[in-house]
């Protein structure tokens, strides 16, 4: 019996492999062409667009040296316990964060919050140092109006990553992150585990080397039923931080909700004091 394949099953197979290798193909040049409309979920705002909260609050904007102009919201406490300079998620604008910001301005903090290019009234080009350096204009922002041994950098989720690269490079009171992730690549290696993500992405949002420069005590925050950022990954980046750190795990939380969780509210206190 000859073991030779048929040619018309070896015309099958070239088919069917070439399907297969178009459709990677196309599917990693659309990750890397879409990765910022997968990474980003930005809202944006009309300039006229008029803030409302239900705490005192001052908009602002800052110009950066490439020209562009970025969007802030300065919520003031007349001599509070401190101030947390907060970078937000991955999706909205300053009209849904300014709202979850007030939660700490009852808290007796003032709270400083940025929208990233692209964000709300925010311009300009996207791109992973232009986010560093906005970050840390507005940490200097807030340099000049508080004392560096008060504030608290606070990131959420895609903020972790902007917050602990700022906190690696000045000297903040402390920081603070809920439910981040250890870099990006990893957590685009578990969305899209067969394809090469590794040359494809060009953020990287690099926390555990990051956090490795960090001075000031470090809290994370993260919850077991995490479905966006793996609890495993917060984690890791943890036991990626120097000495002085606290990890609070949030039994059931997930990635949006950990506020409603009595194991948050019970130590946000003392991770901000």
Known sequence: MSNTVPNHLMRKFKKIALIILTTFLLISTMLYFLQEKLIFLPTTLPQ????????PFEEF????DDGARLNGLHFKRENPKGTILYFHGNAGDLSRWGEIATFFVQKDYSVI??????????????????????????????????????????????GCAIATYTASKNSPKKLVL?????NLLEVAKKRFPILPVKWLLTYKFESNK??????CPVTIFHGTEDAVVPYESGKKLYNSAPAKKTFITIPSGGHNNLINFEAY?????KALD
């Open 48 to 55: 006229e667009h008029t803030y409302q909260f239900t705490e």
């Open 61 to 64: 904007f800052l110009t950066t």
């Open 113 to 158: 919050i940025m929208d990233y290019r692209t964000y709300g009234k925010s311009m300009g080009k996207l791109s992973e140092e232009a986010l560093f350096k906005d970050a840390q204009l507005f940490y200097d922002y807030t340099l000049k109006n508080y004392s560096e041994d008060q504030i608290i950098v606070y990131g959420r989720s895609l």
């Open 178 to 182: 809920e439910t981040p992730f250890y």
């Open 210 to 215: 990051y956090i490795t420069d960090i001075t």
């Open 265 to 269: 509210t019970q130590h946000i206190d």
